[in-house]
């Protein structure tokens, strides 16, 4: 990251919001040097925009109706996010794959968490993924977005054992957990201004 450290958080939504729950006490608890100054929904009933509303943050309702195409609602989405002077994204179960109208305008500032080892397992049911190809480990990744699907540079990931008689429940409620702390420790680095990226790679300094 260059220039000003960001402190502004956009996060995207489409449901339950554990991990927006995550950040937000992390937050609270001063461990985390921002405020998050919208939340994002894409869906009108997620649970997560209750959880914004019980710590009195900003949330807007974007449902995908009404545009002509993905590009069209993303230039809508940059619009609210600048709207709220909001300078570093958080997807957080947000289920769109981003086009390149976000991307450009957020270069290396918009952070997601996948729940799998990337590269391995990309893509949605990445637990049910893990144990069909018989891996001993899985986890979760926090990387920086780009126009792929999971391929940006990675900041931080976490390892979680899968059991032999796992399912896909009992693996992403672990692998979920893991989530709640990678993720508020990956943002915790950015807005710090320890994350260089130099290409693919995330450089983390002291």
């Known amino acids: 990251m260059s220039g000003n450290l960001p402190?502004?958080?956009g996060v995207l939504v489409s449901g339950n919001g554990t991990n927006l729950q995550a950040?937000?006490?992390?937050i609270e608890a001063g461990d985390i040097?921002?405020?998050i100054a919208?939340?994002?929904s894409d869906k009108s009933d997620a649970f997560?925009?209750?959880?914004a509303a019980r710590h009195g943050i900003p949330a807007v309702v974007h449902e995908n109706i009404g545009f002509p195409e993905r590009r069209a609602y993303d230039a809508a989405t940059v619009e609210i996010l600048r709207s709220h002077k909001v300078d570093l994204i958080i997807l957080a179960g947000f289920m769109k794959i981003l086009t390149?109208?976000?991307v450009s305008a957020f270069p290396n500032a918009i952070m997601n968490i996948h729940p799998a080892l990337l590269p391995s397992f990309r893509g949605l049911h990445a637990q049910q993924q893990a144990i069909d190809y018989g891996v001993r480990y899985s986890g979760c990744t926090v990387h920086f977005v780009d126009c792929g699907t999971d391929t940006g540079p990675i900041i931080l990931q976490s390892v979680v054992p899968v059991e032999q008689d796992d399912t896909e429940a009992t693996?992403?409620?672990r692998i979920q957990m893991a989530e709640h702390q990678t993720f508020a420790a990956a943002i915790k680095l950015v807005v710090e201004g320890k994350i260089r990226v130099i290409g693919r790679k995330v450089r983390i300094s002291a």
């Open 7 to 9: 402190s502004r958080l």
């Open 100 to 102: 390149d109208v976000m």
């Open 38 to 40: 919208c939340v994002v």
């Open 48 to 51: 997560a925009l209750t959880r």
């Open 171 to 173: 693996l992403s409620a």
């Open 33 to 35: 040097s921002a405020e």
């Open 23 to 26: 950040i937000i006490d992390r």
